[in-house]
T-cell receptor
Framework: SQQGEEDPQALSIQEGENATMNCSYK?????LQWYRQNSGRGLVHLIL?????REKHSGRLRVTLDTSKKSSSLLITASRAADTASYFC?????????FGAGTRLTVKP | DTGVSQNPRHKITKRGQNVTFRCDPI?????LYWYRQTLGQGPEFLTY????????KSRLLSDRFSAERPKGSFSTLEIQRTEQGDSAMYLC??????????FGNGTRLTVT
């Protein structure tokens, strides 16, 4: 069964704009991770935030985690056409990694 | 190439046939995961191994599905008596303990 749910399901923006994607989950977690998937390919890990962290940065990525609300957000700043992909959150709850349905991001040049 | 390798990349089979997919993880990774992904959806967890031990299986994994990792290295996923509903991308991922997952590019199965 899926664990996380991303919102929105699809997002279309212009190059240079920021993109924000949200993830909600149901059970307690050790950490939450964000992955990216280009069409027809496997997923690529982007960033991991531990349950005791509230915010983390990596390049143009900023992730927040609110364990009281069981939610996380991924912000991509100054988006590029190459950021076009599907983005998934995944939760690590001791046993395995569960993924949400993803946000399909389209960045128009 | 030292990434996760999956073979074949594509498989077309007729309903009722058996199929087997192979995954070669990153060599030092002790955990290996199988996921199934249909169009527009996220990966659905099927099963995972720590070394050669299969530690968890999803309820999605019916009796027709079996996975093995005999020596704690490569893994195979077999589907017996395939059905059209089995058509999907089958993804394998590996990790070292609890580190992030490294995915292969998947095997796309089409059941006709």
């Amino acid at each position: 069964s899926q664990q996380g749910e991303e919102d929105p399901q699809a997002l279309s923006i212009q190059e240079g704009e920021n993109a924000t994607m949200n993830c909600s989950y149901k059970t307690s977690i050790n950490n939450l991770q964000w992955y990216r998937q280009n069409s027809g390919r496997g997923l690529v890990h982007l960033i991991l935030i531990r349950s005791n962290e509230r915010e983390k940065h990596s390049g143009r990525l900023r992730v927040t985690l609110d364990t009281s609300k069981k939610s996380s957000s991924l912000l991509i700043t100054a988006s590029r056409a190459a950021d076009t992909a599907s983005y998934f959150c995944a939760t690590d709850n001791n046993n395995d990694m569960r993924f949400g349905a993803g946000t399909r991001l389209t960045v128009k040049p | 190439d030292t990434g996760v390798s999956q073979n074949p990349r594509h498989k077309i089979t007729k309903r009722g046939q058996n199929v087997t997919f192979r995954c070669d993880p990153i060599s030092e990774h002790n955990r290996l995961y199988w996921y199934r992904q249909t169009l527009g959806q996220g990966p659905e967890f099927l099963t995972y191994f720590q070394n050669e031990a299969q530690l968890e299986k999803s309820r999605l994994l019916s009796d027709r599905f079996s996975a093995e990792r005999p020596k704690g290295s490569f893994s195979t996923l077999e589907i017996q008596r395939t059905e059209q509903g089995d058509s999907a991308m089958y993804l394998c991922a590996s990790s070292l303990n609890k580190s992030p997952l490294h995915f292969g590019n998947g095997t796309r199965l089409t059941v006709t």
